[in-house]
């Protein structure tokens, strides 16, 4: 986008700041208030909010229990979960380290997938490790080690979360009907303790990139009747949980992958 074009759109590059990180010297609560505008261009109303999306940034500055960075660290939230219910729906980890020269291959299975555990994007997967190319996967993962994740959504759990990279299972659904390796991720939306939204979506591993795009989306809903989602006007319950498992509480958002007849988290 070159200088004319952004003056015609601010918001882009207003938005595209935000998401690398570049609005760090803005203070948290103008911050949300810039970004959403950038993103609806509406203003934000943090005194009385009223969307789910204004509750939502609402949330971010007023709701920050340390509990929380447990569970969006990709590393410690399996140890959480498995607290709670036991480790049946949780991915296998295969190792944890702080820094990728720290990672032994030759432990590792010839299929597998690396993540960084603080922040969205940041993985590797690997189908064949005879083919990987570790110079590009090295890349990848110590520029996502490197990047801050608190600062593009000012989402107080991720400010805690220490930067490390974990193996998991290479997973796949060998009873999908599709002709192509393919995953259904099932998402929980949880409000005043019951499941009010959940979508699956099917996502093809060999298209997934730096972030995964949905290969295919079915969404589903119990008692909305297919309103749009951002216009929900449900009351926050910082004690949701899911009816699949009764033990998981102060869940918001809960994701778990389909493989063949079983589950992972």
């Known amino acids: 986008m070159d200088f004319k074009e952004a003056l015609k759109n601010p918001k882009k590059i207003i938005f595209s700041l935000g998401m690398k990180g570049k609005l760090s010297f803005i203070s948290d609560e103008k911050y949300l208030k810039l970004m959403y505008w950038a993103n609806t261009g509406k203003k934000l109303n943090l005194e009385k909010p009223v969307t789910f999306n204004e509750k939502l940034q609402w949330l971010k500055l007023y709701n920050q229990n340390p509990e929380y960075s447990k569970m969006v660290d990709k590393y410690e939230a399996k140890n959480w979960i498995t607290e709670k219910i036991g480790d049946e729906f949780i991915i296998p980890t295969l190792g944890v380290w702080d820094t990728f020269d720290e990672i032994d291959f030759d432990k590792l299975p010839n299929q597998f997938v690396l993540k960084c555990t603080h922040d969205s994007g940041g ?80 996502y093809n591993p060999s298209e997934i990139t730096s972030a995964p795009r949905p290969k295919e989306r079915n969404k589903f809903f119990t008692d909305l009747e297919k309103k749009e989602f951002i216009k929900m006007e449900k009351k926050y319950a910082g004690d949701a949980k899911i009816p699949l498992k009764q033990k998981l509480k102060n869940i918001l958002r809960k994701a778990l992958l389909r493989k063949n007849n079983g589950g992972g988290q």
Not at 142 to 147: F, N, T, V
Not at 171 to 197: A, G, I, R
Request: glycine share 2%; aromatic share 12%; charged share 40%.
């Open 123 to 202: 993985l590797v997967i690997c189908k064949d490790k005879r083919t990987l190319d570790k110079a590009k996967a090295k890349k990848k993962i110590e520029a996502s080690l490197k990047r801050n994740y608190f600062l593009v959504g000012r989402e107080y759990p991720y400010k805690a979360v220490k930067p490390r990279i974990i193996a998991e299972k290479y997973m796949v659904d060998s009873n999908s009907k599709e002709k192509e390796e393919c995953l259904t991720d099932y998402k929980f939306f949880c409000f005043d303790k019951k499941v009010d939204y959940n979508a699956a979506i099917k």
